[in-house]
């Protein structure tokens, strides 16, 4: 815990100064320089994007269900699309169940990955 303290601390100092400004170099991978922080980013986001994608499906469907008039074949397809959000949503929350599974269960923390420290002689 104590490590984790540390760095927070000396961030929030002000000593260190970042240039945002600064382009990606051969050394950084599309302005990461760490592997760990990249996927944990790219996880993130595509959880983000299927969230966002969950709610207009249901809204979409609600929508349509709303719209149907009583026509049996509109409310027979919004449901179909409700229950294909829900279902897509399920999906997700195993997925990500299993991603946080997979990394308590091999000890990963993609915040400690990356190091400032040369790895090597």
Do not use: Q
């Not at 299927?50 to 026509?71: E, K, N, P």
């Not at 990500?96 to 923390?109: Q, S």
């Amino acid at each position: 815990m104590m490590n984790l303290i540390i760095p927070l601390v000396h961030a929030a100092s002000g000593t260190t100064e970042v240039d945002i400004e600064t382009p990606a170099t051969a050394g950084n991978f599309f302005g990461f320089t760490c592997i760990g922080n990249f996927v944990s980013n790219i996880v993130s986001m595509a959880f983000i994007i299927s969230g966002i994608a969950f709610f207009l499906i249901l809204v979409w469907g609600g929508i349509d269900w709303l719209t149907s008039g009583g026509d049996k074949a509109k409310v027979e397809g919004a449901s179909k699309r409700i229950t294909s959000a829900l279902i897509g949503l399920a999906i997700v929350a195993a997925s990500f169940a299993i991603y946080k599974l997979v990394l308590d269960f091999f000890g990963i923390d993609l915040s400690k990955i990356c190091t400032t420290t040369p790895v090597g002689p």
